[in-house]
């Protein structure tokens, strides 16, 4: 016994150094392995060939494969925030201190509840819970669905933040090899040579896939290609990467792992490669296919590939009596390879009739008992193998013999890993004389010149040996066994597995298929096979297969289930990467968000700005603030922070023309000088935007959008000059960030700009409606006397870089008038008190300015104007459309927002028909009452009328149609 | 996830540095157009599988539109070419034909003398 | 512990007016005004403290010393009058930095799409970092990448975060 664990061997392992051995934790126990281990082969050294239990059955659960296959050894890795569930001990490196949890048992691994399923197999056949829990229909939800929820689930998810970090990066290059096995590093060597930019992905740590393991001299041969690529500066060599997808035109997602389980690296976990191909290498090697025999899910048996990596790659032996059961040659190489570790291997179980070839030839020489036209009856064992039943493969499964042994090797052939290719359309064709499907290269996946992406070698392309790279001899043709032996009675068939994880066995798709399941995809579906966290890597040819044959037609006209990426699963924050936290999304903020930080503003998100909704004061409630703003603002002055309004400049010698098609209204006519209000509609004829446009010069406007309009503007006219009027003489420049921009409100608004200095504010000199540019407590600004309030009101542009001062002197200078900041939540009240429109709340896509009241905005003299078309369908000139009114509450109480004004019968669903709905409403603090407006059928005919709004759980409001302007009905206020 | 060659600035984008803007070649119908032409170009779009003429903007590039030919189906792409042409250049409907010999032109307005191709 | 994969440094003396025009019709003023030569498509021009960008095929970004600004203001603004151009101080509403260090591409690698060992040396590219709109070009050392004014704080943060010590590219 080594102190290594008991069942590591003294010599080889060509992966590990016995000089590090690292101590983890498996369900509590202390357990230890060695550098260059993975978790299964460190548990198997342990002792622990137990790993889990599988999904349905609670079945117990050792490895069956060494790699990314791996459909049983999942665990639960590390605590708290690192917690992961599935993990696959086959693929996850040893770290020290690492903590792991078996899964899906309860109270323990060895002793578990769950696993009477396993007694009541007979009565959970394939589609058992569609067929059991129909009838009667309210037990599905109240009884049968909480207790199947909580006995369903393989792993927990984990409940804290992972506090690890994820990055993503960005490469390109003339040719991606995926694998680093011998057929890889050859093609990337081939490329390298001819100059092309060249990166080669290996998912596991080491280089060489099989061939060091496989093959006499293949550690030599594969470091004679990995020195010459070294050597090459035009080739990158990636491990611990794993390709997980390919998609469109070449771009290749991969994972590579930098620190996984190792928190202490300081470095982040895992990084997200999205890399653009110019063509890629599917060098992705091949996966042996278990054999389904009786009793092949018994710990211990293994796939005859992963039994010698254990004993080759990490000096662990699986067992020390190992059966090898095979259809083809290359399982002879685990028996060779136990042999010379000094295990014993009692026979070779072979389906073949005459297996001669130079392997068995050389597994004979040693001694070995071959027995030919064999078969596996069954497998005896309940946490391990014990006893093996030997039966003639041709027949019903009688025993001939029994072999006492504690491992299964077992091979059913190989098949290529096909995933990538098939990602993004590959297609594949079935070769009977391989047993497995290939990539047909006739018809590829296609990039973006219609060419091939994508070229299969190696294994992955069917070439198992790689003869030419690697030196193998030969091998005889392998027998397809998809069943064994192949007239196996139903009770062998019911512990035939063929999807290990999710426990499907080969009775149960025989099962769909007698019930008329006849497509792949569905039978998939119906037995959940290969719908495990493994995707049915080992177990979807097998499937395939046991279906072809229940419906007795050949396998390529059942025909493949999908491949869909990823490979193999992806962590959450691999996808997420640097956007979390404060990364998670940009956020927009103007020159005066610290000062608005620092005063403590409620923020309000609208796109990615934030803006204040509100300035709290202490104990101040967020309404209480928002009335006390108002008032301030209604009652002296105050200033709002408008820099996130759109600015858009339109110059050229048709600009006053562009803008005639941009606004339903008249823009070329404007003065110099002046500022109008305009709408601006798609060519549907809805409102989309609306905003104030200055006329700077002769050739030159500017145009205020909403701050969400900005950049959607902007690409608005450009679409409209680039694509339809590009023969007009245009420009148009995005400036909504080179200025800061302050709207100053109120009766004292000209008071307290008047004492910056600098400007003349005079009525005269600056009339409402007018612009002026100059200097404001000396800084370059331009005054627009706009009003979204209804008072008196200037909106000071000054460049971005100077926001904060123009800001913080006006509260300086305004002290004594009480100058108060106000947010977006009083600007929206008080417009509402105006009466005055919202893009957002009174529109919503489908509602055009005629609904709107804004008929006196759209120009009657222009013969067109974007939208004006759609303007004119019956549609929109319907008497009938719902259009804006005031609403005013009958009981006092504020309306609530977005309710339905009901009307008399009802539509075809039997719900009551409407005939309006409420847009924005609002307690105003000036007026002390509540105001709403709201889109009513033909509504300002309607005035006086009382609509009622039925809204669940309280008293139905009522409210009447009133005219929408609440405050200040002539609008004498915005003059002073 | 598409890789497009803006015609504009030469630069071979990926989809997140594009703005999609549907069918290309929509003829602008505005007022005093009948019903039925207003209608088709609003709502009528082709999508076709196979050859299909699409608007793209290099969003996050030059700001240019422009427009793209490719197949709906293999997502080969046949070329891109100015917003500005009317129909597809005689350079694109060569390249198309050259992969896809079956297509022929739908429009019939064609004249060398439209094309904008620089 | 090992070295950021690059240096971070906000410039913030950078004075910026955007040139929209008809590049074959007035680069010659442009050129002459402005004393830069005219870049070809997505490249740049340098003279002494100055830059002229290519931004599109009608749009120059001239970045110069806030200093000397006004003059150049002025000077393209005399120099175009009377033909179709736009020439305005877009100073205010960009951020840039400077991406300085030998694995500065690599910084950048994470966060553009961009091919950038097939970008040349006089290189302008205008693509995205992670969410928002960038543009940059090499300079002595590494680049400069510019970006919007409202997200500065953000563009900071995913360089900052990106040129993190420990996390760079290399094949390891």
Not at chain 1, 752 to 758: N, Y
Not at chain 1, 862 to 886: F, N
Request: aromatic residues 8%; proline residues 6%.
């Amino acid at each position: 016994m080594s102190d290594n664990g008991p069942f590591r061997l003294s010599r080889g392992g060509r992966l590990i150094d016995r000089a590090y051995p690292l101590p983890f934790r498996f369900d509590g126990r202390h357990l230890r392995g060695l550098r260059g281990d993975t978790l299964a082969s460190a548990l198997l050294a342990s002792g622990q060939l137990m790993m889990g239990r599988s999904f349905k059955y609670h079945r117990p659960r050792g490895p069956l494969a060494s790699g990314a296959e791996e459909p049983n050894a999942l665990l639960g890795l590390g605590q708290g925030g690192r917690f992961e569930p599935n993990q696959r001990a086959t693929t996850t490196a040893l770290v020290a201190g690492m903590v792991t949890t078996s899964q899906n048992c309860w109270p323990s691994l060895n002793v578990d509840v769950g696993a009477v399923n396993n007694w009541l197999y007979r009565f959970l056949p394939a589609g058992f819970y569609y067929k059991t829990f129909i009838h009667p229909r309210p037990f599905w939800k109240h009884v049968f669905e909480p207790v199947i929820r909580r006995s369903a689930g393989l792993g927990k998810a984990p409940t804290e933040a992972d506090p690890d970090s994820y990055e993503q990066a960005y490469a390109h290059a003339d040719l991606v090899v995926v694998g680093g096995g011998i057929a890889g590093l050859l093609a990337a060597r081939d490329a390298g040579r001819q100059g092309k930019t060249v990166t080669v992905l290996e998912q596991n740590p080491h280089w060489g896939g099989r061939t060091p393991t496989d093959h006499a001299d293949g550690q030599s041969r594969i470091d004679a290609a990995l020195a010459d690529l070294r050597a090459m500066p035009n080739v990158t060599l990636r491990r611990n990467t794993m390709a997980t997808g390919l998609y469109d035109h070449g771009y290749l997602i991969a994972r590579e792992a930098l620190a996984d389980h190792d928190p202490n690296a300081g470095l982040p976990r895992q990084r997200l490669w999205r890399i653009r191909a110019g063509h890629v290498v599917v060098a992705s090697g091949a996966l042996e296919r278990p054999l389904s025999f009786a009793g092949n899910d018994v710990p211990g048996v293994m796939l005859a590939s992963a039994v010698r990596d254990f004993i080759a790659d990490y000096a662990v032996a699986p067992g020390r009596r190992i059966v090898v059961v095979t259809n083809n040659d290359d399982a002879y190489r685990t028996a060779l390879a136990a042999l010379d570790a000094g295990l014993e291997v009692p026979a070779v179980i072979d389906a073949r009739a005459n297996p001669s070839g130079a392997l068995p030839q050389a597994v004979r020489a040693r001694g070995i008992r071959i027995l030919s036209a064999s078969a596996i009856a069954g497998v005896k064992g309940g946490q391990g193998v014990q006893v093996v039943q030997v039966c003639s493969h041709v027949g019903a499964g009688q025993v001939s013999e029994t072999i006492e042994a504690d491992c299964v090797a077992m091979s059913g052939g190989w098949s290529p890993v096909v995933h990538l290719w098939s990602h993004c359309g590959g297609k594949l064709n079935w070769s009977d004389a391989q047993a497995m499907f290939l990539p047909d290269t006739s018809r590829p996946p296609t990039g973006d010149d219609g060419a091939a992406m994508a070229t299969p070698v190696g294994a992955a392309a069917g070439d198992l040996l790689v003869a030419g790279a690697t030196g193998a001899e030969p091998e005889q043709p392998l027998l397809p066994v998809w069943v064994m032996p192949v007239n196996a009675t139903k009770a062998m068939k019911f512990k035939m597995w063929l999807d290990f994880q999710n426990d499907v066995k080969v009775s149960d798709v025989e099962l769909a298929a007698q019930e008329g399941y006849a497509s792949v995809e569905h039978t998939k579906r119906y037995t959940t096979l290969g719908m495990a966290t493994d995707q049915g890597k080992v177990s979807n040819i097998n499937g395939l297969a046991v279906l072809s044959a229940a419906l007795k037609q050949p396998i390529p006209q059942t025909g493949t289930t999908t491949f869909r990426p990823p490979y193999t699963p992806l962590t959450l924050g691999t996808i997420a990467a640097e956007a979390r936290g404060d990364l998670f999304q940009p956020l927009r903020k103007t020159p005066m968000h610290g000062w608005h930080q620092a005063k403590g503003a409620h923020w309000e998100p609208v796109g990615h700005w934030r803006r204040p909704y509100c300035y709290p004061q202490a104990g101040e409630t967020h309404a209480a603030a928002v009335a006390r703003e108002i008032r301030a603002v209604r009652g002296g002055v105050g200033t709002l922070d408008a820099s996130t309004l759109g600015k858009i400049v339109v110059k050229g010698p048709d600009a006053g023309r562009f803008l005639d098609m941009i606004y339903t209204g008249m823009m070329s006519t404007l003065p110099v000088g002046k500022c109008r209000y305009g709408l601006i509609c798609n060519e549907n004829g809805f409102l989309i935007d609306d905003g104030v446009a200055a006329r700077l010069s002769e050739d030159t406007w500017l145009v205020h959008t909403t701050t969400g309009g900005a950049d959607r503007m902007h690409a608005h006219m450009e679409d409209w000059l680039q694509c339809e009027w590009w023969d007009w003489k245009v420009y148009t420049a995005n400036v909504t960030e080179q200025w800061a921009q302050v709207a100053v409100v109120g009766p004292q608004a000209r008071n307290l700009l008047e004492r910056l200095g600098g400007m003349d504010l005079s009525p005269e000199a600056l009339p409402f409606m007018g612009w002026a540019e100059g200097q404001i407590a000396g800084i370059p600004a331009r005054i627009y006397r706009i009003s979204f309030s209804g008072e008196l009101s200037f909106e000071v542009a000054v460049p971005a870089g100077r926001g904060l001062e123009l800001w913080e002197k006006l509260h300086a200078a305004g002290a004594d008038l009480g100058v108060t900041p106000y947010g977006t939540e009083a600007m929206h009240v008080m417009r509402a008190e105006k009466g005055f429109i919202m893009i957002g709340d009174e529109t919503d896509g489908t509602v055009i300015p005629q609904d709107l009241g804004l008929n006196w905005a759209i120009s009657k003299k222009k013969s067109d104007y974007i939208g004006k078309r759609a303007q004119e369908r019956s549609h929109m000139t319907d008497p009938l459309r719902w259009k804006l009114v005031g609403l005013e509450s009958l009981d006092g109480r504020m309306l609530p927002d977005g309710v339905y004004a009901v009307d008399e019968g009802v539509n075809p669903n039997g719900q009551r028909n409407l005939q309006g709905r409420v847009t924005s409403t609002y307690i105003s603090p000036t007026l002390g009452t509540p105001i709403a407006m709201g889109l009513v059928r033909h509504g300002p005919d309607r005035m006086g009328e009382v609509l009622e709004f039925p809204v669940a759980g309280a008293e139905t409001y009522k409210a009447r149609i009133v005219d929408p302007v609440f405050y200040d009905k002539e609008g004498s206020r915005a003059n002073g | 996830m598409l890789t497009l060659t803006c015609p504009c600035c030469g630069i071979r984008a990926e989809e997140t540095e594009l703005a999609p803007g549907g069918e290309a070649h929509l003829k602008r119908f505005g007022p005093g157009a009948s019903d039925e032409d207003f209608e088709s170009y609003l709502f009528a779009r082709k999508n076709p599988k196979g050859v299909h003429f699409e608007r793209w903007r290099h969003a996050y590039g030059c700001g240019k539109w422009f427009l793209a030919a490719r197949c709906t189906a293999t997502l080969e792409v046949f070329g891109t070419y100015k917003a500005q042409n009317p129909h597809p250049t005689p350079e694109i409907v060569a390249a198309i034909r050259a992969k896809r010999p079956d297509w022929t032109p739908d429009w019939t307005e064609t004249s060398p003398a439209e094309s904008l191709t620089e | 512990m090992a070295e950021a994969l690059a240096h971070i440094r906000e410039i913030t003396d950078l004075g910026m007016i955007q040139i929209r025009a008809d590049l074959t019709e007035a680069g010659a003023a442009i050129t002459k005004a402005a004393a830069i030569p005219l870049p070809g498509p997505t490249s740049t021009t340098t003279n002494g403290s100055r830059r002229l960008c290519w931004m599109s095929p009608d749009e120059l970004l001239l970045v110069l010393p806030q200093a000397e600004l006004a003059a150049a203001l002025a000077e393209l603004t005399t120099a175009l009058a009377g033909q179709h151009v736009l020439v305005l101080d877009v100073s205010d509403m960009r951020a840039a930095f400077a991406i300085e260090g030998g694995r500065a591409d690599q910084v950048l690698a994470k966060l553009s799409p961009t091919d950038l060992a097939a970008m040349p040396a006089d290189g302008m590219r205008r693509s995205r970092a992670a969410q928002v709109a960038c543009g940059f070009w090499r300079q002595e050392g590494g680049f400069v990448l510019i970006g919007f004014r409202s997200v500065a704080d953000y563009l900071r943060g995913l360089l900052d975060n990106a040129a993190r010590a420990g996390t760079g590219l290399d094949p390891r």
